[in-house]
């Protein structure tokens, strides 16, 4: 295993997926913060500092969590091409 590989799953320990939780979605652990929020806070140009400041529990790391998480999933999904989508519409 590499130092990327075990530091991307030492991130990824800070996510958790608890049905009883927020209806299962992935949230930092021992948060109700969903990955989604973080994730749609910085694409939206909320910076990090200003993320920490409104959810004061959150650590870098969480941040960096979301992302590696976010990450992940995409790396897992099919992609469809809009065209295509469009095509049998």
Known sequence: MTK????LDK???R?????????GKPVI??????????VKMLAQGI????????YPRLKTDDIKAALAYASVVLSNEE???LTALE???
């Open 29 to 38: 652990r021992g948060t109700r913060v969903p990955v989604e929020l973080i």
């Open 4 to 7: 990327r590989t075990t530091s």
């Open 79 to 81: 992609i469809y091409h």
């Open 15 to 23: 996510i958790s997926v608890n049905p009883k939780v927020m209806v």
């Open 87 to 89: 095509a049998t519409a």
């Open 47 to 54: 910076a990090e500092d200003e993320i920490l400041k409104e």
């Open 11 to 13: 991130l990824l320990r």
